[in-house]
């Protein structure tokens, strides 16, 4: 039987190789590794708990502000710590700005090119572009001299031969079907999107200092509320921030969600394939910091088998990592899975010496663990997500849900799928950017009210603290679910273990040889040109994997 590698999967973060079993041009099985090392719990082993975050918001340099906050969750749950309303608001306000942030640049940077062909936007006419771009929304950049500049920017490279960004793509494949001018008006909002998400990451700035990596503290924030102060939170910064909540809402609904829907009335194929498990996870976004308030934006929830009539909540302490088919080892046995509070990082790599041709996938074959949710494999994420509150009728999902589904003429069994998954992204970004305008009028009331608290100092040194503490972080990042597991023991960290969503989706197989959503996502793709697996990209990138989360690399 054939075997189709991609190594390098590019346009992600961080790196993974695909290998998929082929029947001619139909792929029968496939596995994901992660071909990196992780090992971020063995550097925070021995380490000050509050500094924790501090390490752990490298583990990724797109998706630094979520682990931070899992981190110091977890740290707040463990020393037993509440946090200030208007930290928790401003931390949500940073989120918020992560989630339409992250989401947008997938979009257009990431996975628009696995369905927009820039070469055929050289075909479109620029008045018909304007045309129609004019009928999806009220953009105020739709003229016809606006879109002949960027089409003579797009011949200018592709005459001098140096496509850049463009470069090395399969634009010769037959399932590029978008018409000229919706290439056209796509491939000029791209280009725009590159501008527009350089300025609206400045709530991270003036919240927490800089971008990427801002500065967080365990607590609260480290950002003082002074209305009257220069240097501090002050009405103009909050002005500022206002101002670029407003860009982020008219973005999404101008250009994002618009280009969504025209790309994806063009593919409606892909909304019948590429969803793989049917089993959905979250392990959900508390409402304030913690998740033992029991109150939820996003609340827990499991659905088995598309079951969004019998969903259930989530019980933490069914949640278990596997390496039987990992490159690390168990002290209690490779064959069992482990709790995270009981997680072991232990380098083994088995598998063949570099360079190799295939990987052993009866073996160990990936530097990804196997995270399981009762022994079940789910898909973590957008979808997952959407799901979840279209099943329990929350934050105005299903009136979402169906009138875009009405759009595209589809039933709601689509949103099972490569497209549907894409979808789910774009609806929740509208989600998180409209929930960020109620955050912000919270945030505003509460300072107008008086309270300026941005810190909690009562259990900042160690002789507060218990001798033997356990406590974990939750929080929905983009990508999907986010855990941090945090042992404290004599003030220093004991054990630290990280559940990523990229682990989730991208694991390899477990002890009962149960794939994972990437692997059982591509079961069944019919590749037109296995020389150029367009259709393995646009699954996976759908998926919006961070490799660079799920395997953390360590130096020995």
């Known amino acids: 039987m054939k075997r189709l590698v991609i190594d390098p999967i590019t346009r992600i973060e961080g790196h993974l190789r695909i290998e998929a079993e082929l029947e001619g041009n139909r792929i029968k099985s496939a596995y994901s590794s992660g071909t990196m090392v992780r090992g971020i719990e063995i550097i925070l082993k021995g380490r000050d708990p509050r500094e924790a975050w501090v390490f752990a918001q490298r583990i990724c340099g797109v998706c630094t502000t979520v682990h931070a906050f899992a981190s110091i969750r977890a740290v707040e749950d463990a020393l037993k710590i509440e946090v200030p309303k208007n930290a928790s608001l401003i931390r949500k306000l940073m989120i918020g700005t992560l989630f339409v942030h992250d989401h947008v640049v997938h979009f257009y940077h990431l996975h628009a090119l696995d369905w927009v062909n820039p ?9 018909k572009a304007s045309e129609l771009s004019q009928k999806l929304s009220s953009y105020e950049k739709s003229s016809p001299s606006y879109f002949k ?11 001098r031969k140096q496509l850049g960004i463009f470069n090395r793509g399969y634009w010769e494949h037959p399932d590029y079907k978008l018409p000229p001018e919706v290439n056209l008006i796509a491939v000029a909002h791209y280009l725009d999107a590159l501008n527009w998400q350089t300025q609206i990451v400045q709530v991270h700035t003036i919240f927490g200092g800089k971008n990427p990596h801002p500065n967080f503290v365990v607590g609260g924030m480290a950002c003082p509320i002074d209305l009257q102060s220069d240097t501090a939170i002050n009405m103009d910064k909050l002005g ?7 860009s982020m809402v008219e973005f999404v609904e101008k250009v994002y969600l618009p280009d969504l829907i025209a790309i994806a009335s063009f593919y409606k194929h892909w909304f019948e394939k590429g969803e793989g498990l049917g089993n959905f996870l979250v392990l959900g976004e508390p409402e304030g910091d913690s998740h033992r308030e029991g109150r939820f934006f ?3 929830t499991l659905i088995k088998g598309r079951d969004l009539k019998n969903y259930e909540d989530v019980d933490y302490s069914k949640i278990k990592e596997y390496v039987t088919h990992s490159y690390y080892k168990y002290s209690s046995g490779d064959e069992k899975g482990l709790h995270p509070f009981e997680g072991e990082t232990v380098l083994n790599y088995t598998g063949p010496k570099p360079p190799y041709e295939y990987l052993n996938v009866e073996s160990k074959y990936s530097w990804l663990k196997a995270p399981r949710y009762m022994d079940l494999p789910v898909e973590v994420g957008p979808l997952a997500r ?10 105005g999902a299903r009136e ?4 875009y589904l009405a759009k595209l003429d589809l039933p709601f069994q689509a949103m099972y799928s490569t497209m549907g998954r894409t979808l789910a992204r774009g609806l929740e970004t509208y989600i998180y950017a409209h929930a960020m305008k109620r955050w912000y009028n919270e945030l505003l009331e509460n300072i107008n009210s008086g309270d300026t608290k941005t810190f909690n100092s009562s259990k900042w040194e160690p002789s507060t603290w218990e001798k033997d503490a356990k406590g974990f972080g939750l929080m929905e990042a983009p990508r999907g679910s986010l855990s941090h597991w945090v042992h404290i023991k ?6 630290y273990q990280a559940v990523v969503p990229t682990t989730w989706n991208a694991s390899p197989r477990d002890v009962k040889g149960q794939p994972s959503a990437y692997e059982a996502s591509l079961v069944g793709h019919e590749l037109a040109n296995p020389n150029e697996p367009l259709e393995v990209l646009r699954t996976i990138h759908s998926f919006d994997p961070c490799l660079a989360c799920a395997v953390h690399l360590y130096k020995l």
């Open 119 to 127: 070469l055929q936007a050289l075909r479109a006419d620029p008045v």
């Open 149 to 159: 500049e960027v089409q003579d920017r797009i011949r200018q490279q592709i005459e």
């Open 240 to 246: 500022r921030v206002k101002s670029l909540i407003d």
């Open 298 to 300: 996003i609340p827990p």
């Open 386 to 395: 959407i799901l979840a509150l279209y099943a329990r009728d929350m934050l």
């Open 400 to 403: 979402l849900v169906d009138s």
């Open 490 to 495: 004599d003030g220093k960290i004991a054990n």
